[in-house]
């Protein structure tokens, strides 16, 4: 057997691209369209480069305790990593790790599979039903696990607090990780943090990517049971004590500080997505009623392909996934109102010529 044979086969996940063109309009990567909060730009010009010497807090100590404060809840009960990809990474390998299947939906997060195969854990893909719903009876029974997003990505649809507990409830041998990148952007009542003390195999997954504008400094958390977040600790530092690099996690409390920035943002961009979605609708395209910073359209007449190809000459990046069943849609992010009204004036004249 040649050392060849003996490489880990993996087929990785494909990010959005991130393209350094002058004057684009980037609305591939559901990042925040404003900046973070000042009190980050603050923390940036005030760090100290000596500290450089030294190694982080290993267990990322400052940056939990502004979280358990945020949350009210304690800091035994917070993991933070490089970004929510780094947390749902350390989770998929900590609770996902039986022989049976873990259950998630069939569009969703693409980025599930690659950690599923990467550790050859078993899965199986639910439909989402015909309006992109999640039906919670297909995660009962029997599994190894169970994780979504709520909103999904990329389809927007946002879960009720009851549906997503009915799948909490049914699961209480196994770990149900609810992924709330988006939650912010979807009303006060979407997450369902609040049943962390109710339930101890839920694990609620969040980020500073995408509502506190913060994708370059990778900050993701997850809130859970002492037990669960215990258990990944332990799996953590069996791998890399120093995940979190001094500077971030200086900025995340930053960030954490500054409420009023933050609700502020949030609000903008939920005013302006619903706008989008109206300008849309009057082009032709139809999309579920999204609670992301995103919406997933699909017009009418037009290949998606095209559409997208046509922005992108115009340096114009929206998201087109070459997957079979979404491939009729774009995902795109919700940017200033500026980048809206250009977008909607580009898919004018765009949808003319088609
Ligand atoms: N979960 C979902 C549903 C996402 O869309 C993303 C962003 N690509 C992530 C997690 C990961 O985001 P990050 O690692 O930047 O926190």
Redesign the pocket.
């Known amino acids: 057997m040649s050392w060849e044979d003996k490489v880990r086969k993996v087929e990785p996940y494909v990010p959005g691209e991130q393209p350094n063109v002058k004057d684009m309009i980037k609305l591939n990567?559901?990042e925040n369209p404003y900046p973070p909060s000042p009190k980050v730009n603050e923390c940036i010009m005030s760090l100290d480069y000596d500290r450089m010497r030294l190694y982080p807090n290993a267990d990322v100590m400052p940056l939990r305790k502004a979280l358990a404060a945020y949350h009210g809840i304690d800091v035994e009960q917070i993991f933070v990593g490089v970004?929510?990809?780094?947390v749902?990474d350390m989770a998929f390998l900590t609770f996902f790790n039986s022989e049976v299947p873990v259950l998630f939906p069939d569009v969703t997060?693409s980025?599930y599979k690659v950690w599923a195969e990467l550790y050859r854990i078993p899965y199986i893909l639910k439909p989402l039903d015909k309006d992109m719903h999640i039906d919670p009876a297909d995660y009962s029974g029997e599994n190894g696990g169970v994780i979504f997003?709520n909103p999904n990505?990329p389809t927007g649809v946002l879960e009720s607090r009851e549906t997503v507990e009915k799948i909490i409830a049914a699961n209480p041998d196994s770990v149900v990780m609810v992924?709330e990148?988006?939650v912010d952007f979807a009303g006060k009542d979407a997450s369902v943090l609040p049943l962390i003390d109710k339930y101890d195999n839920l694990l609620v997954v969040r980020?500073?990517?995408k509502s506190r504008a913060m994708?370059g400094a990778?900050i993701?958390y997850c809130m859970g049971s002492k037990k669960l977040i215990s258990s990944l600790e332990a799996v953590k530092f069996s791998i890399n004590s120093y995940t979190m690099n001094t500077p971030a996690i200086d900025m995340g409390v930053a960030s954490v500080s500054d409420d009023a920035y933050f609700k502020e943002t949030i609000e903008k961009i939920v005013n302006t997505r619903e706008r989008l979605k109206e300008e849309l609708k009057k082009l032709g395209f139809s999309m579920p009623d999204g609670k992301g910073n995103f919406v997933f359209a699909k017009h009418e007449s037009a290949p998606a392909k095209e559409i997208y190809l046509a922005l992108r000459a115009r340096n114009i990046f929206v998201r087109f996934f070459d997957t079979p069943g979404i491939n009729d849609r774009l995902r795109i992010t919700v940017g200033t109102d500026e980048e809206v009204d250009k977008l909607i004036a580009a898919l004018k004249d765009i949808l003319e010529g088609v």
């Open positions: 990567t559901n970004g929510s990809d780094d749902i997060y980025f997003p990505a992924d990148a988006y980020t500073f990517s994708a990778r993701g």
